[in-house]
């Protein structure tokens, strides 16, 4: 089954983002960097993941912060017309 994909743009330093695609599957989330370099991919089952929260930023913007064993990412998910 195909998940949705959504652009992540998460918080890597102070001021500084990474363009991240993330996925949502029924087995879990996965963060996907959108150019090659130093990230990798990452999946998190849905067994480990602890906490999600969004928090609404601007039309189709959502401040976004998932916690799965004692890691936290966290940045910006953008929602528009065309995702998924």
Known sequence: MPGREYD?????????TQDFTLKIFP??????PR???????TF?????LDNLLLARKDQGKFEIEIKAQGIIYSGTLIIDGESG
């Open 8 to 16: 992540f743009k998460i918080k890597t330093g102070f001021f500084k």
């Open 27 to 32: 087995e879990g989330i996965a963060l996907e």
């Open 35 to 41: 150019e090659e370099g130093a990230y990798k991919r």
């Open 44 to 48: 998190i089952p849905r067994n480990e």
